[in-house]
């Protein structure tokens, strides 16, 4: 597996992270635990060493999945985690984003001890929190930095403003925001801030959620434990409208011998060197799949091709319902 240096932090990862999150929760029912955990260790087996998790996955499950699977490889794996929700008071997609200096120091200890770990290598601010000042946040992280507890901070969702303040008083080493061919509004003021500021981009999402992979059906049916059952971009009229972004991709596949998914992931490693994606999955093949997009190269005439079929596309649907508005970011 290729590596990739996140910004100008020197954290070397994998070019193709793993997000944990659908082993736990959110994408329908969870995974057998046991064969999770052989999941994640056969992706460091094939050259994965970044694995993304939080506390809210579950909550808590799939921090204490992701932990006990790393145990035996702590030291050559980087575990992303993230804080930034009040968890106990709040429930589902509608939780309150909460980052106050206390919430953090009593939540980082519990995720060092589910994670089975000493140190957190990449620690996220899940959602900017309109109630804590972003210099409070962000000097907690860097007195746990300091602690030897935290090695970088992250941001999640995060806006132009909200980067730059946190990054003067502690430099951020990642965002990790939606990216992907079906949602490319970072292009417009984060990526060229992150690039100023020497910031790495850890695309989560980057297939669509699954869409971008060709495999969801415009009448897809999601049950009640998987949230894109209750995202209006996956309603069917929207899913039907947006199929456009699925037979360009698919017409770029079928002339390379390769797959959408494997199209989608090298397209976003073509924009930037210090991209590094995180796409999730519970299948071992689909690990594989997405591994074998570090090896491709798009040409001028595929990334032509691309442009030029999605120019002036616009997603149809919202990220996320108004009700969940808070997860979209600020």
Known sequence: ?????????????????????????????????????????????????????????????????????????????????????????????????SSRPDLIRKVVEASLKRLRTDRIDLYYQHRVDPDTP?????????????AGKVKHFGMSEAGVQSIRRAHAVQPVTALQSEYSLWHREPEKEIIPVLEELGIGFVPFAPLGKGFLTGTIRVDQKFGADDFRSKQPRFAEENLRANQVFVDVVKAVAARKGATP???????????????VPIPGTTKLHRVEENIGATEMALDSADLSEIETGLDNVKPQGERYPAENRAMAGR
């Open 261 to 275: 998914a494997q199209v989608s992931l090298a397209w976003l490693l073509q924009q930037k060197p210090w991209i």
């Open 1 to 97: 597996m290729k590596k990739r240096t996140l910004g100008r932090s020197g954290l070397e990862v994998s070019a193709i992270g793993l997000g944990c999150m659908g082993m736990s929760a959110n994408v329908g029912p969870a995974m057998d635990r046991g064969e999770a955990i052989k999941l994640i260790r056969a992706a460091f087996d094939r050259g994965v060493t970044f694995f993304d998790t939080a506390e809210v996955y579950g909550p808590y499950a799939n921090e204490d999945l992701v932990g006990e699977a790393l145990a035996p490889i702590r030291d050559h794996v980087v575990i992303a985690t993230k804080f930034g929700f009040d968890i106990e008071s709040s429930e589902g997609f509608a939780r309150k984003p």
């Open 134 to 146: 972003m210099e409070e946040v962000a000097g907690t992280i860097k007195d746990l930095i300091a």
